[in-house]
């Protein structure tokens, strides 16, 4: 079966934000962010659209002074959506992005973007942002999914799947060997975000279940799945009774995106160079 492609002319609209004004107050914040006589100039060079719906995700180059010399550095904008862009979540915690990504970075050997500057109170922009360094690559798409065809993912060699294929899996690896995770990412637990259950297994199904809950009111997101219902309701009567330290488990670091693990990074075709999506990350069980 064949996946028909879409319309050429179909796009996601995912702000309504004036890219003019965006700049304007942009340069406006770094002027006090930044050390007296930076004198900072923001040259924004456009959103993505191929990748990622939770967020906006705009790159951009910062040419400021520092040391008494002009440079310029690039950097890519991560704002929480605003509730008129209709956001993934019910709510969106960018702080744990941010905190997640700075950890990961510091504590394992997992191509993590650096973050830089960030903006949590929303003054400036209306909901929080920050800023991350911006690594050079290509990004697998995922609107639509890069499997469906029409990308160079498709259309590359076995040989480059294959490899490329093999160090995603080793930034997993990466991921989930970080030690003490419970530790490092406590607040990465759904409990931090009253998400209630016994283990770490049905804390993480009442995140999934509200999350579900808020999406299927949307009538945009097409409603309620009886389906997805019927999953959920076998996964609650199923849940493991054990707790973590009854069987030698413990909770590793989940990156969490949906798909394969080069559907969130910056690639050069055949290896990770940045991993860049951190909206679902969170503690998962590992046994």
């Known amino acids: 079966m064949t996946q028909a492609p879409p319309p050429p002319d179909m796009t996601f609209q995912r702000s309504g934000r004036d890219p003019a004004a965006l700049g304007t107050k942009l340069e406006q914040w770094l002027a006090t962010a930044l050390p007296p006589g930076a004198d900072p100039e923001v040259a924004l060079l456009g959103g993505i659209d191929a990748n990622g719906l939770s ?69 400036v922009l209306g909901t929080p942002f920050f800023l991350m360094e911006r690594v050079d690559g290509v990004v697998p798409p995922d609107v639509m999914p890069y499997n469906f065809g029409d990308s160079w993912l498709f259309a590359a060699s076995p040989a480059d799947r294959a490899a490329l294929q093999q ?31 016994e283990t770490l297994v049905a804390r993480n199904l009442a995140k999934t279940g509200a999350w579900y809950a808020f999406a299927s009111a949307a009538e945009e997101w097409g409603g309620r799945s009886p389906l997805v219902e019927r999953g959920l309701a076998w996964l609650e009567a199923n849940l493991p009774g054990t707790d973590l330290s009854e069987d030698g488990g413990e909770p590793v670091l989940c990156w969490g995106t949906r798909g394969s693990a080069t559907s969130s990074t910056a690639t050069s075709r055949r290896s990770p160079s940045s991993t860049g999506r951190w909206s679902a990350s969170g503690l998962a069980r590992w046994t």
Do not use: N
């Not at 510091?106 to 960030?118: D, H, K, Q, T």
């Not at 989930?176 to 759904?190: E, Q, V």
């Open 167 to 197: 160090q995603s899996v080793e930034v997993l690896a990466g991921l989930h060997g970080i030690p003490d995770a419970a530790s490092h990412f406590g607040f990465l637990d759904p409990a931090a975000a009253g998400h209630h259950g």
């Open 55 to 123: 967020s906006e995700t705009v790159l951009l180059d910062v040419t400021s002074t520092e040391g008494g010399e002009r440079g310029t550095k690039a950097y890519v904008l991560r704002v929480a959506p605003r509730p008129e862009d209709i956001p993934v979540f019910a709510t969106y915690d960018l702080q744990a992005q941010y905190d997640a990504m700075r950890l990961a970075g510091s504590l394992s050997a997992v191509p993590v973007p650096e973050v830089g500057l960030a903006e949590m109170s929303g003054s």
